[in-house]
């Protein structure tokens, strides 16, 4: 059993300019002004919508995020509307191949442990599951009926999609809380996501904290 840490990566090659660019464009059909832009307007354009909270125009450009978590949090991501998804399958992937070393991987919970000894039952518990699923899959079972005894922490990849405007009401949620604090896994991920975001992304994710909560 692999014991590994929860990731992000971002896999959109768009700049940001590109990205304004194609937001600007969009919002100028509105107004037919067009002839307004230059290779710089596009910055001040979108920081004036952004600054009126007017979202609408951002829905016309969108990032994709390969997240690493754990199968609980990727329930929390595919809550998240209007969006596209691919999630590994635990229907066809057979853990008990070589191509996945033979074993299952686990999301490392083990921060988040109150009590020392809490990390020991977790481990068992965890090792319990993988031994059970190898021998549903001696047994004859197929993958997508094993895998009814794996753990919730069992590592899921996941890319998610969203438009601008649905990634700054994702942030709200689970980097910022806006509704309520959000999961500590997911935090592990969002936070620093957010802060990747506002470093390159400085137009658009700058001044999210300050508009939004």
């Known amino acids: ?11 959109t ?9 194609k937001i600007e464009y ?3 059909i ?23 909270k007017h979202f609408a125009m951002f829905e016309h450009a969108s990032l994709s995020v390969k997240f690493v978590v754990d199968r609980g949090v990727s329930h929390e991501l595919v809550r998240h509307r209007i969006a596209a ?5 635990t229907r066809y992937c057979n ?18 442990f109150k009590n020392p000894e809490s990390f020991n039952v977790w481990f068992d ?18 993958p997508q009926i094993a895998r009814a005894v794996l753990p919730t922490c069992l590592k899921t990849e996941i890319v998610c999609t969203y438009n601008i405007r649905e990634f700054i009401h994702f942030m709200n949620l689970r980097a910022l809380g806006a509704t309520g604090a959000p999961h500590p896994q997911m935090l592990e991920v969002t936070v620093p996501l957010l802060d990747y975001f506002c470093e390159i992304y400085p137009n658009i994710f700058g001044k999210l904290k300050d508009l939004i909560q």
């Open 1 to 11: 059993m692999k014991i590994i840490k929860e990731s992000f990566e971002l896999l």
């Open 30 to 52: 509105c107004y037919k002004s067009e002839d307004k832009i230059t290779d710089e307007s596009a910055i001040k354009f979108c920081q004036t919508l952004f600054d009126r």
């Open 85 to 89: 998804y691919a999630q590994e399958s």
């Open 95 to 112: 853990y008990s191949k070589d191509k996945f070393g033979n074993e299952i991987s686990v999301i490392d919970v083990s921060q988040h």
């Open 26 to 28: 969009a919002g100028r």
């Open 125 to 142: 518990a965890c090792k319990s599951c993988e031994t059970a699923y190898f021998k549903l899959i001696e047994l004859g079972e197929t």
């Open 13 to 21: 090659q768009e700049t940001e300019i590109d990205i304004l660019k």
